[in-house]
């Protein structure tokens, strides 16, 4: 098993809005779970970033291109003809900025890169 990631867990804040008393000292709590103050990350990160992390994470041999063939695979770029650059899919609005010629993308594309990914079970002899 793959050790878990939890740089880019945030935690996660509730507030208790409503309670009361019944007469037989039943206490009833509505509880609403949210992200408070929550602003998405700004953090965008390049290929040969996400392959390092990987490779830190997994052990692998995580490379630039391994991570595009990946993302490629998974639907979140295309090429419209074999010599054109990689462009996103729809599929990837929610997880890259696009905003200059690098593609780049969001932390979360490392866990969902992750969960592609075969499963190894390592047993200590």
Avoid: C
Avoid at 27 to 42: R, Y
Avoid at 61 to 73: C, K, P, S
Avoid at 76 to 104: C, G, M
Wanted: glycine share 2%; charged share 20%; aromatic share 12%.
């Amino acid at each position: 098993m793959m050790p878990q990631n939890t740089e880019y867990l945030q935690p996660l804040h509730f507030a208790i809005s409503n309670f009361g008393v019944s007469e037989h000292l039943e206490i009833t709590v509505e509880v609403k779970l949210g992200f408070i103050n929550q602003a998405p990350s700004k953090k965008y990160f390049k290929a040969t970033e996400i392959a390092k992390r990987l490779r830190k994470m997994t052990e692998e041999n995580w490379t630039y291109q391994r991570v595009i063939e990946t993302l490629a695979q998974m639907g979140y770029i295309t090429k419209l003809k074999p010599n054109w650059p990689w462009q996103p899919t729809e599929k990837a609005k929610h997880y890259a900025d696009f905003s200059s010629r690098v593609l780049k993308w969001s932390p979360e594309v490392i866990n969902l890169i992750l969960q592609q990914q075969p499963q190894q079970l390592r047993l200590a002899v």
